[in-house]
C-alpha cells in the first residue's frame, strides 16, 4: 500500500481520503481488539499506578476524535462536553484515573462508535486542503496516530496485568542468514538532513528538515541482545557503580534491581513473563524493558555508549550514495512484513538480525520496529520548531528530564513510526518496549571527507 506520504504516491483526494479511512479503521479494529478480549472488570481496574484503566483510554480516544475531528474540523457542537475533563489527559495523572466518574465499558464502547461514525462523515465531505488541519488530511492522519498511540499504551496495560494470556499472535520471523555480519558498522562524518518539512502526516517535533553536522562513529548493526546483556549482569554489572551515572546508581539501590523488569531467576535460569505467559529468557532477541540507566550502564561496561538522537537518525535515513535522507532505512516505500516488526502482528521481538529486507544502505538492521532504541539525547525541539496544533504535544515536554527513543517497537502501527518520529520517555521508564544499541567514536582519520 503507498502511503500518504510517499512522494510517488497519490496525492489526490480520493486516494489521501482513502487513505485516512483505512488507518482510521486499522486504529480502531486494534482498539476493539484490545478491550474486548478481557471482561468488564479488568477494563476498570487499574493493572498499574503507572497506567491508566483500560476503559479510560477508549473512551479519551473517542474524546480526542469529538474534540479535533468534529468540533475543530466540522465545527460541530459538542457531544458530551461534561467529559471533557474526565478525559483531559494534562489535568488528571494516570494514577488517579480510576477515582474520576468514567463511562462504563458498554458506554465507552457506544460513544467511541458514534464519534467514529460521524468522523467518517465529516471525512467524506470535508476538502483536505484549504488550512494547515486539512491539508493532505492531517487532522485525519493526528487522530488514527494518537489512537494508535494509545492502543500501545494499552498494550503496556497488557503486560502489566497479571492472569492468564488475553492476547496471543505468531512468533516473528529468524533471520534468513546469521553469519558474516560485521558487529558494527561505520557511518562517515558530514552533513545530512534531520527531520521532515514534506511528510504531511508527520508531528511538530519532527519538524522543521534541518541539515545536522555528525562527526564519523561506529554503530552496533543489530539492537543489544538478552544474551550480550546477560553477560553484563553475570559480570557484576548491577553491583558495580562504575557503570551507572549517579541517578541510576540511585535507582538500582532504591529499587534493588540486578535485571530488566518482567524478569526472573528460577532454578537457575532466567524466565520472563511476556503477556501472561511465563517463558526462558531467549537469548537471540534484543533486550526488552529496560530503562535509559539501564542501558547507559550497559554501553558503559561494553566500552560504547548509546548513540545520540542525530547519529541514530543518521545511521537510520543516510544514503551515502545519494547523499539524500531517505523515509526509512530501506528507502522511501511503506513499511511491509517483509521489511519491520510493526502494528502488533507479534508479541514479541525478532531475533537479532531478522529483516535483512529492512536494512539501510550502510548495512544496519531492525532500526525501525522491534523495540524502542533509547538515545543519549535529551528532548529538545529542532531549530525553528513551532507546535502545531496544540502546544501539549511536544512543547510542555521538551528539556532535560525525557530522553529521546527512536525506531519504534512491535507495539507500534506504521502510521505513527516514520524515520523521523521521535518519542520521549523519562530516563526510570522499564515498562514501555525500549531496547537499545550502542555506538562509539571513530578515529578522526576513518571515514573523514
Not at 496485568?161 to 558498522?185: D, F, N
Not at 514501555?432 to 544499541?437: A, D, E, L, M, Q
Amino acid at each position: 500500500m503507498t502511503g500518504p506520504t510517499d512522494p510517488a504516491g497519490p496525492a489526490d483526494p480520493e486516494s489521501l481520503r482513502a487513505l485516512a479511512v483505512d488507518a482510521l479503521l486499522r486504529a480502531r479494529r486494534r482498539t476493539s481488539a484490545l478491550t474486548d478480549c478481557v471482561e468488564d472488570g479488568e477494563l476498570t481496574a487499574q493493572h498499574s499506578p503507572l497506567m491508566s484503566p483500560l476503559v479510560w483510554d477508549l473512551a479519551h480516544i473517542g474524546n480526542q476524535e469529538e474534540l479535533w475531528l468534529l468540533r475543530a474540523v466540522a465545527g460541530r457542537d459538542a457531544i458530551r462536553p461534561e467529559i471533557d475533563s474526565v478525559y483531559d489527559a494534562f489535568e488528571h495523572p494516570r494514577a488517579a484515573r480510576p477515582s474520576l466518574p468514567l463511562l462504563a465499558p458498554a458506554e465507552a464502547r457506544v460513544y467511541a462508535a458514534d464519534v467514529r461514525g460521524r468522523a467518517l462523515d465529516v471525512l467524506e465531505r470535508t476538502p483536505l486542503h484549504g488550512s494547515p488541519l486539512l491539508d493532505a488530511g492531517f487532522a485525519f492522519g493526528m487522530v488514527a496516530q494518537h489512537e494508535q498511540q494509545h492502543d500501545e499504551t494499552m498494550l503496556i496495560t497488557h503486560q502489566l496485568r497479571h492472569g492468564p494470556a488475553a492476547l496471543t499472535a505468531p512468533p516473528p520471523p529468524r533471520p534468513t542468514a546469521t553469519g558474516g555480519r560485521p558487529a558494527e558498522v561505520l557511518v562517515p562524518g558530514g552533513p545530512f538532513t534531520m527531520g521532515t518539512s514534506t511528510e504531511p502526516w508527520a508531528l511538530d517535533n519532527e519538524r522543521p528538515a534541518h541539515h545536522r553536522f555528525v562527526p564519523s562513529f561506529f554503530i552496533d548493526t543489530v539492537p543489544v541482545s538478552n544474551g550480550a546483556y546477560l553477560r553484563f549482569m553475570a559480570d557484576g554489572g548491577y553491583t558495580d557503580e562504575r557503570w551507572w551515572t549517579a541517578e541510576g546508581w540511585a535507582q538500582v539501590r532504591k529499587n534493588d534491581l540486578s535485571a530488566p523488569l518482567f524478569w526472573r531467576r528460577e532454578g537457575g535460569e532466567w524466565l520472563r513473563r511476556r503477556f501472561g505467559v511465563v517463558e526462558p529468557v531467549p537469548e537471540d532477541e534484543p533486550v526488552l524493558h529496560v530503562s535509559w540507566y539501564e542501558a547507559d550502564a550497559y554501553a558503559r561496561w561494553a566500552g560504547r555508549r548509546l548513540p545520540s538522537e542525530a547519529e541514530w537518525e543518521k545511521a537510520a535515513r543516510h544514503d551515502p550514495v545519494s547523499g539524500r535522507s531517505l523515509r526509512y532505512p530501506w528507502g522511501d516505500a511503506d513499511p511491509t512484513s517483509e521489511r519491520a516488526n510493526l502494528g502488533q502482528r507479534h508479541l514479541q521481538p525478532a531475533p537479532v538480525g531478522a529483516y535483512a529486507a529492512g536494512e539501510s544502505p550502510l548495512g544496519v538492521r531492525q532500526l525501525i520496529g522491534d523495540v524502542w532504541e533509547w538515545t543519549s539525547s535529551d528532548f529538545l525541539p529542532y531549530p525553528g520548531f513551532a507546535p502545531f496544533p496544540y502546544r501539549e504535544y511536544s512543547e510542555v515536554f521538551f528539556g532535560s528530564a525525557h530522553k529521546v527513543l527512536r525506531g519504534g517497537s512491535f507495539a507500534v502501527d506504521p502510521v505513527a513510526c516514520r524515520g523521523t518520529f521521535r518519542n520521549w520517555d523519562l530516563p526510570v521508564r522499564r515498562q514501555i518496549f525500549s531496547g537499545f544499541r550502542t555506538a562509539r567514536d571513530a578515529p578522526v582519520t576513518e571515514g573523514a571527507i
